[in-house]
């Protein structure tokens, strides 16, 4: 079991290009989670997906925001015409819903600053 | 509107004495609820977790208690720890949704050897 890994640890941009953050969960989680993190404050849900099915998206995940997860693997996270306001780290999350437990096991997350 | 709530930014203990990280939350549709801990430039790490039909749940040095009547839970670590000092932030969720974590804003702990 390696854990979840996010690719890649930092990314910088500058304002008005385009980022894409992957996300491998653990192999035999079914659900898949993308959270966003600022500072001083905790995690906020973005989207998630049941294998490849997006079935929730937050208020938070705007229209500037994409993500998918193809073959109910790997999960990508899209940011078009990045802003200032989308530096913060992001987070991905996985479970496997099928198991009587809840819990949701982190990645390091990707470090986005936006210059 | 905040529905998880840590009202402690920060906590100080002394090493080997007892460390308590108070939460409380407003949403009465929360019924399972978790504490992670995260170290600077790392992501959380799942500590211990409990289900709204118990009060108490115990991991080796990490108790949690719940009282559902207040929506009040707490995270005791006994003996505290240098290596246990981190951000931990406390989760809720409505396993009956879609399961989505709703998180606190943190508590900075600190354990003085």
């Known amino acids: 079991d390696t854990g979840v890994s996010q690719n890649p640890r930092h990314k910088i941009t500058k304002r008005g290009q385009n980022v894409t953050f992957r996300c491998d969960p653990i192999s035999e989680h079914n659900r898949l989670y993308w959270y966003r993190q600022t500072l001083g404050q905790g995690p906020e849900f973005l989207t998630y997906f049941q294998n490849e099915a997006q079935l929730e998206k937050s208020r938070l995940l705007s229209d500037r925001f994409s993500a998918e997860r193809p073959k109910g693997s790997f999960s990508t996270l899209e940011i078009q015409r990045t802003e200032q306001g989308d530096s913060a780290m992001y987070l991905c999350a996985s479970s496997n819903r099928d198991r009587l437990t809840y819990e949701q096991y982190f990645g390091p997350g990707t470090r986005l600053t936006v210059t | 509107d905040q529905q998880v709530k840590q009202n402690s930014p920060s906590l100080s203990v002394q090493e080997g004495r007892i460390s308590i990280l108070n939460c409380d939350y407003t949403n009465s549709m929360f019924d399972y609820f978790l504490w992670y801990k995260k170290y600077p430039a790392e992501g959380p790490t799942f500590l211990i977790s409990i289900s709204s039909i118990k009060d108490k749940n115990e991991d080796g040095r990490f108790t949690v208690f719940l009282n559902k009547s207040a929506k009040h839970l707490s995270l005791h670590i006994v003996p505290s720890q240098p290596g246990d000092s981190a951000v931990y932030f406390c989760?809720?969720?409505?396993?009956?949704?879609?399961?989505?974590?709703?998180f606190g804003k943190g508590t900075k702990l600190s354990v003085k050897p």
């Open positions: 989760a809720a969720q409505s396993t009956g949704s879609q399961g989505n974590l709703i």
